[in-house]
C-alpha cells in the first residue's frame, strides 16, 4: 500500500492512500506502530486519501492509539471523507481516537 | 423453521421505567396531533404506519432465550434467561397443563444471564415433562442446582417435578435430535461459551451470542466464517460498537454490528439478527444502531444486500 510520510515540525504525518482493509491494514499497522513507538511521538494520520476503512483497518488504528498512549506519546487523524467519517461513526471510533477536520487543525492541536 | 424470540437483552434484564414508558406515550400523542389523528378508526394504522419501532414498542428487557419451531413436537430453545418465563406462560395458557411436554435447550453457556429464567418456568415443576439441556459444559447441572439452592432460591432444583436430563455435546460434532440437525462451536467468551448452527428442512438457522471476534483479519481462513457459511438467519451478538469492543471492554467476550456484518458477508448470509443488547441501551439508540448497521452493509457489501434486524422480544422471523 502506498503510505506518504512527512514531518511538520516535530509531527509525523502518514498518508495512506487507496482502501483500508484485509490486505493493506497489516502495511498500514505496522508503518502506524514504527511511528507511534518512540517516547512522546506525536503523529497524524491524513486520511484525505483513502476511500474506505474496514475493521481491519479500525484494529490497525487502535492498536497504534494503545500504543501511543503506552508512549506517552499522541495520535490524531483528520481529513475524513464523508464515508470514512460515516464509518467512524458508526463504529463510535470518533468518541476514542481525536479526529480533526483538518490538517490545520490536527497540526495545530498537536503541538 | 419459524424463530420466536423471548429474550433478547444482554447480560442482564433491563425493564422499561415510568419514565420511558411515558415518554412514548407522550411522542405518539404528539405525533398523532401533528398528522391530524381525530378518528378511532385510524390508531391502529396510525401506530403501524406512522410511529418509529422505538416509539410504539420496545425492543424488550427479557434476557436471552429463543424458539425454534421446526415442527415436531418438542420444543426447542436456545437459552434460558427470563424470557423462558413467558415462554413457559405462554405454553400452558395455549395448551393447558395436562400435556406432557418435551423441551430440547441448547445452553450457550452458563453465566447468569442465560440460565436465571429456569426457575421461573412453569412446565419444570409439573410431573410428567421432560426436559433435555443440551450443551457443551460439563458442569451445567452444578450450575443449575447451585442456583436453585439456599440462600439464594427457596426452591431446590433437585426437587423439582419434572424430568430434567443434561446432555454434554461435543463441539465440531453434528447430532440429530429429534429431526434438527445440530453442530455446536467454541466460541471466545470467558469460561467458553457455545454457538449451534441448526439445520432443518433445507434452512439454517446459527445461534451465535456471547462470542469476542478478535481476530483482525477476518477472512476465509476464520472458522466461524464456515459455522455461518449461507444461513439464512445469523442471531448474533452485536452487544458493543466496534471501538468499545477492542478498547474499554476488549475480553468482556462480546462482539459488535461492525464485525456482525463483515462476518455475515463473507459467510453469504441471508438474514443477519442482531442480538443480546447492550442493557445500557434505550428503544432509540438501538434503532439508530439497527439504521447504522444498515448503512455500513450499504458502504461495505460487494454481493447481495444483506436483510438486517435487531431482535425484540416478541419477534417472529419465518425462515
Redesign the interface.
Known sequence: MEINERREGDIVVLGPVGRLNNDTSPEFQSRLLGAVGAADARVLVDFSRVDYISSAGLRALMAASKASKAAGGRLAVTGLNPVVSEIFTISRFSYVVNVFETLAQALCALR | MLIRFWGTRGSLPAPLNYRAVRAKVREALLIGLERGLQRAADVEAFIDRELAFAVRGTYGGNSSCVELVTGGDQFVLCDLGTGVREFGNNLLAKYGPARKYQFDVFLSHLHWDHIMGFPFFTPAFIPGNLIRIHGCHGAMREAFVRQQSDPCFPVDFRTLAATIEFVELKPGQRYDINGLSVMPMLQNHANDSYGYRFEHAGKTVVYSTDCEHKY????ERYPFVEFFRGADVLIFDAMY????Q??VKEDWGHS????AV?LAQLAGVKHLVMYHHEPIHDDRMIERILG??R??DE??RTGAALTITSAYDGLEIAV
Do not use: F, G, H, K
Open positions: 483482525q483479519i477476518l477472512d460498537s466496534l471501538a468499545d477492542i478498547s459488535s454490528n461492525i464485525v463483515e447504522e448497521t448503512r455500513y458502504i461495505s
